[in-house]
């Protein structure tokens, strides 16, 4: 079976920093491109980033550029999600996905997702 578990979420101040964490199981971590989306409050799900399957090849949102880093240890079959610099319009729940294959591609499998709220 197939799980994503987020975790690190938590209240920040505006131009503070969280990590996210995602460590996956029940399947071959290092097979599949991965990626984070999000989803603010009332609002829709917008797609943050995500990385190709050995890492080597990343994609942001322009929302997101130059404030998030995504990364990934498949030797520990977990993903990241570095965010500095973050902002007021940050604040929303924070969900892992795992592509079908490479990036762009359908996302198949989802965690619970982690609550980030960058507020004062």
């Known amino acids: 079976e197939v799980q994503l578990v987020e975790s690190g979420g938590g209240l920040v101040q505006p131009g503070g920093s969280l990590r996210l964490s995602c460590v996956a199981s029940g399947f071959t971590f290092s097979s599949n491109g991965m990626s984070w989306v999000r989803q603010a409050p009332g609002k829709g799900l917008e797609w943050v980033s995500g990385?190709?399957?050995?890492?080597?090849?990343?994609r942001y949102a322009d929302s997101v550029k130059g404030r998030f880093t995504i990364s990934r240890d498949n030797a520990k079959n977990t993903l990241y999600l570095q965010m500095n610099s973050l902002k007021p319009e940050d604040t929303a729940v924070y969900y892992c996905?795992?592509?079908?294959?490479?990036?762009?591609?359908?996302?198949?499998?989802w965690g619970q997702g982690t609550q980030v709220t960058v507020s004062s």
């Open positions: 996905a795992r592509y079908y294959s490479g990036l762009g591609s359908a996302l198949d499998y």
């Open positions: 990385v190709t399957n050995g890492g080597g090849s990343t």
